[in-house]
């Protein structure tokens, strides 16, 4: 896979995994998470961590697979219980691929000093007692690949112009900002003052209609 296919790549494993949804949904025992596929990016012989939670479901083993992008496969890597006993896959190194569980509703997948030919997608199937499935999206692991970075986002603030320009000896700078503000209020005491003279006038039987209507506007 060329390093700069990372993003042509996301969309076309969410637009599969997006497939795979849609025919799996008829199976009750099939449980499709609807989380987006994620990458990491870990540097050449450092260590990668790939998650695993179950959330709402109690889960009583997990399973992990690797999908190669180079040729298209998938792997078995292995299997974890409550009980903390592994089971690698065929020709699965130990050694470098750790199965754990961190917490009662969570297990991680490590991988020891990561290399490029460990680039794939990495996820897991999460089952419980009932034989339940929970298919997780997974993680696509890019050793080595520079993640994309956004370009920053720069925000220019508009500049603010003063309303009032007046020096402290002149006395009528604070009355051209409270004068608008006391027309305003005077405006809207006479308009309640009209209103409510126009209620006090209205007979018993329209006052009442008058509040119905309001009440069902």
Not at 15 to 41: C, F, G, H, K, R
Not at 137 to 148: H, K, T
Request: with cysteine; net charge positive.
């Amino acid at each position: 896979m060329a390093r700069t296919g990372a993003g042509t790549t996301m969309i076309l494993l969410t637009l599969a995994w997006t497939l795979l949804t849609a025919s799996q949904a008829s199976d009750p025992n099939v449980i499709l998470s609807q989380e987006m596929l994620a990458a990491l990016y870990p540097k050449l012989l450092s260590n990668g961590t790939v998650p695993c939670d179950c959330r709402n479901v109690q889960c009583d083993s997990v399973y992990w697979f690797r999908t190669v992008l180079a040729t298209s496969q998938v792997q078995y890597l292995g299997r974890l219980n409550n009980a903390n006993i592994a089971n690698h896959g065929v020709g699965v190194n130990k050694a470098r691929f750790l199965f754990k569980r961190k917490t009662k509703t969570s297990f991680m997948l490590n991988i020891i000093k990561v290399t490029e030919e460990d680039t794939g997608i990495y996820s897991c199937v999460l089952t419980d007692r009932k034989n339940t499935e929970v298919w997780k999206s997974g993680i696509l692991l890019l050793p080595g690949v520079i993640p994309p970075t956004l370009p920053p986002t720069t925000t220019t603030k508009a500049p603010i112009k003063s309303i009032c320009r007046c020096s402290s000896r002149a006395n009528g700078c604070s009355s051209l900002v409270l004068w608008p503000l006391v027309g305003i209020l005077a405006a809207l005491a006479l308009t309640l003052i009209c209103t409510l003279y126009y209620f006090s006038r209205l007979p018993k039987k329209c006052r009442h209609r008058f509040v119905k209507k309001r009440l069902l506007t």
